[in-house]
């Protein structure tokens, strides 16, 4: 099939035989295959802005332009498939006529010159008459499951045998599987809303509202034949349309009928690890005469109206969560809320307003946690919510807390995840829980700190009960300087930590005295802050601190030391939830699934028919001689397992020389079984 | 003269399969049928509709291998007694793995992969000493351990299937789940695919160049067992948990395997023409098979691989089409199997259609696995997707 420069061919025929031509086919062969690895090293149909920053906003374009975040979207994706599927349908088109000529012909017509020149070849002289001869060469033929036609020559007779044609059928099979498996492609293709968005009929919403609200361009109706969409249904709600994401954005594709997911649900095995995802579901449809109650779940899928619903992920469905506000700054209120997922909130501060934005909820939190001998266990952390908290400037800061304490090196702490950002690793804050598992303690301690009236006593305590034992006792100047230091210490350490401390020294005090000045405050500071604690412990009953109580005191001042870095004004606690979940659904349409399946049997029988039969020709030509003697010539082709055939062909020669020879002196025999090496390979033709 | 007319009839007439068959044939097949039938009778309530299926197939299947590949019949019976012999020893207790000698040293499934990847290593060792001296013992020693080797690794397999219903019956899956497993499945394949070329092509010369491959998976795995602890037995996840698992990984495995078996005949065929040109008279040159030989052999396999790459591919697209809501998605993985099947009918058109052979298509064989290995494991390391069950 090499392409001939020949000028006398028109057009037509030339574009036909270049097309057909297997140069070609191979050369998209290895171009699809080339072209196909880009889609999956750049990771496809992100949002359009993780593009852009990824790339910078050159490349961005160029590579929008290119087609590369949908490539097997792209146009010239298509054409080269679309080129691929031309050249086989021509090449079954070309090869056709020749093959079937293969099929049907014997060449029972062939010269006695031609078949001494093929690859397999032997010739007897035997003491038979030629009717005999041929008698027992059909027989052979036909044992072996050849067909076989005669011919009268002039001088001679031939016969012709070849078994094997299905090999051809594999051709046909394999090359004819591989159009109907892209037709049937094509009828699931997106080829129609390209064309739609070409012809400016259809147009992708890019805005995020409500689903209600999408102009009609950016619909679907029910009826369009084919569709692959996605939508997230809460529990007890119900949907009647889905998504179908274009780039990016999105257009909405109605169903034929409603959807209603009454529950949703994840199974465990002992490990924790999940071991079902499963939706009961309800379909609302005019045409049934009552609703439809079925459970989907991953790999079974429910089949309804030409159109399969699937398991395809899950997420919070809105789940209601209550909250206690408990304020990190004295100055901003303590409040009680109870709120969605996936609504926003307004909080009055005192001097700034502030939006929560609920995000998440999650009933498990499994994480790998390292035990005391070095394995790594799945643990559950309890209930966890996600929300952010957004200033007036707009400036949002994202929050992970736990609902239950969590055990650290023994002890429990209420932990609060941290992050400015998405891409940013997540900080934690680690407030200690008191003896009754609260958070009571802790905030009791912190409003002390943050009281000016209560610090100043408890500064006053320590100050008089320590000058009382030393030589300064009585004077009073000395008294309140030392009292007022440590006022005025304690709040720099409520309002930027041990850092903003340092920075304080740092600032006032020249390079040499640093380090003096800095142990001294220290020593100040500490006095300070466990008076307040003392305090703080004594109203609540506590007389003589255990040594749990200071090692909570140490936690504490670690956590305090860290609020300055936190950055929202209220510890957020969850106190109680409803979870709702939502089930994720994928549901499609997609008419030409069972075209494909249809070409994908044929194509694997005919990969089977290709290799594995072979094409078997044989050739008995027939001269009588005289005395009545008899030279037979044999010779034969195939087209696969040439080893095989070898072997056969052997064989065949030794079975006719042991019928129709039996003794050495009957008959001379001249062997010349094959032109070339028996070990040769199978040549195409 | 004249022959009568029956003995020329029986000169011509070529046996069928089953006048070919002899006692010992017969007998194997009662056995294996026997057993089948006994599962069947015992078990069949356990089981679904599709499983029901698979066992009744496997009768054909089984029975069809060793008609056709008499080695065959004593592999299946070593792996059947020695793998019931194993179930036998658990007795039902998982913990009789750690105390029980015969759990603990040879047939619990951990033990047997071990002794499955050490036979591997002697037997690459044995058949490149074999090249080497050209010794036939020692080359009939490779052989044999080839097979036990291979015998330990479907042992183990079949173990450990029965070993992750002990732990939990929720968690009792078939051990084709993740990577560790199919390294081994990998291996078993590789290794029986080889040993039915050179039974047929009687030439044991490449053993050593073919057993380096697997050498190579066998390392992998024991790096992979020792540092990642990837032989612990793990429940599936629920998009594993689908009869569609029981057949695309096994088909897809007889195409890496062949691939794989298809690269290093490539290699062999490189190597002995570099000896042919450099050093005719030298070891190589003579012992290695001749190169129209290898060339065959990598034909032939690269076919095999093909016709089941193909199989798998269109078996993944069904539970694709099961699983995730569409048999085409240009996932990752998918695209990668496209690719890998696109490369093997680039190279069976160039061969079949325009007879090219040799070199070129020695070093395609060999290019034709690395890109195998990288729709293997590549895309699970590097590319993020759907098909993420594979992970290191």
Known sequence: MRLRQNHNLNLGTRLTRFLGSMPLAITLLVVLAIASVIGTVLQQNKPYADYEIKFGTFWFEIFRTLGLYDVYSALWFLLILAFLVVSTSICVVRNTPGMLRELRRFREQAQEKSLRLMKHTSSLILNQPPARVEETALQAMQAEGFRVRAHQGKDHRTLAAMKGGANKWGYWLTHIGLVIIFLGGLLDSRLPLMIGEWRGVIQPETRNIPASEVPLESRLQAGNHSFRGSVDIPEGRQANIIFLPVRDGYLVQELPYTVEVKAFRVEHYATGQPKSFESDLVIHDKDLPQPLETTISVNHPLVYKGTAIYQANFGDGGSEISMQLRPLLATYPRMDLTGNVFENYNLKGEDENWRLELTNFRLFNINPVISETGETRQRNMGPSFTFKLRNAAGEAIEYTNYMNPVMLDKRPYFISGVRKSPADPQRFLHIPADSKGSTARFFHFLANLQDNAQLRKAAEQTTRATMAVTALGGNDQVTDTVIDSMVKLTRIFINSGFDGMERDISARFPPEQVQNVTEAFTKVLRAALESVYQLTLEQEGVKTPADSDWQFYDDSLNAISNLPLYGSPWYIQMTGFQQIEASGLQITRSPGMNVVYFGSVMLTIGVFLLFYISHRRVWFYIKPLPDNQTELLLAGSANRHEREFAAYFTRLTGQLRQVLAPNKADGSVTDAATNDDHHNIEHGR | ?392
């Open chain 2, 1 to 392: 003269m004249s022959v009568p007319q029956h003995t020329m009839q029986d000169v011509f007439a070529r046996p069928g399969l089953l006048q070919r068959l002899n006692l010992r044939d017969w007998l194997w097949a009662a056995v294996v049928l026997a057993g089948i039938a006994y599962a069947f009778a015992s078990y069949h309530s356990a089981m679904d509709a599709y499983e029901q299926s698979f066992l009744l197939l496997s009768a054909p299947a089984v029975l069809a291998l060793g008609f056709y590949w008499r080695s065959s019949q004593l592999y299946v019976l070593a792996v059947a007694l020695l793998s019931l012999f194993g179930i036998w020893l658990y007795g039902g207790d998982y913990a009789n793995g750690e105390s029980v000698f015969g759990l603990k040293y040879l047939f619990s499934s951990q033990s047997a992969v071990m002794w499955m990847s050490a036979l591997f290593f002697l037997a690459t060792a044995f058949y490149f000493t074999g090249l080497v001296s050209g010794s036939e013992f020692i080359n009939k020693t490779a052989t044999a351990i080839t097979w036990t080797a291979l015998v330990m690794g479907l042992t183990g397999l079949m173990v450990r299937w029965y070993e992750s219903y002990l732990i939990d019956p929720e968690f009792g899956h078939i051990p084709v789940s993740n990577l560790y497993e199919v390294f081994i499945l990998f291996c078993v394949i590789t290794g029986l695919l080889y040993l039915y070329y050179e039974n047929h092509y009687r030439n044991r010369s490449m053993g050593g160049f073919v057993l380096l491959v697997i050498s190579a998976a066998v390392g992998f795995l024991l790096w992979y067992s020792f540092a990642r602890d990837a032989h612990e037995i793990r429940p599936l996840v629920p998009a594993l948990k689908s009869y569609w698992m029981k057949i695309h990984v096994p088909a897809n495995f007889i195409g890496y395997g062949a691939f794989a078996l298809a690269a290093m005949t490539g290699t062999t065929y490189l190597v002995k023409q570099y000896a042919l040109a450099h050093n005719p008279s030298g070891l190589l040159a003579r012992r290695l098979p001749s190169l129209e030989m290898l060339d065959e052999i990598s034909y032939k396999a690269i076919a095999l691989g093909f016709a089941f790459f193909t199989i798998a591919t269109i078996l993944g697209a069904m539970w694709a089409a099961e699983a995730w809501g569409g048999y085409w998605s240009w996932d990752p993985k998918e695209t990668w199997a496209l690719i890998v099947w696109l490369n093997y009918a680039a190279w069976l058109h160039l061969r079949l259609t325009k007879g090219w052979t040799g070199t070129h298509m020695a070093w395609w064989s060999i290019g034709g696995l690395l890109i195998t290995l990288f729709a293997f494991l590549g895309v699970n390391m590097f590319l993020s997707g759907l098909h993420s069950y594979g992970e290191l």
